[in-house]
């Protein structure tokens, strides 16, 4: 019961990690194209994407670690490893938008 319980809250906290990061860089980046490119909306921005690439890339670590140690769980460690690699194709979209327009 107890590895039932920690194997879902390890699933839990890599997708709320992805999504959150997710909705708030969205909100951030819609924000600041509402506002007309105002510089006062990266004063909030820059500490979250350093906080979200740091959070990010420590969770990285972890799920490549889990990886290579859980081979039973390959699948759907490799499955939380691409989420959250996909937030950076998604946070190059919105730089190169926010700085071509």
Do not use: C
Not at 31 to 56: E, G
């Amino acid at each position: 019961m107890q590895t039932i319980h920690k194997k879902l809250s390890e699933e839990t906290r890599t997708i709320e990690l992805v999504m959150g990061t997710f909705i708030i860089s969205t909100v951030l980046f819609s924000f600041y194209m509402l506002t007309n490119k105002n510089d006062n909306v990266l004063v909030f921005a820059f500490p979250f994407v350093v906080s979200a690439l740091l959070l990010n890339g420590i969770m990285l670590f972890h799920l490549i670690d889990r990886f290579i140690k859980l081979y039973n769980d390959r699948r759907d460690i490799a499955v939380k490893i691409l989420l959250l690699l996909s937030n950076i194709p998604i946070g190059y979209l919105y730089y190169a938008i926010a700085m071509k327009w």
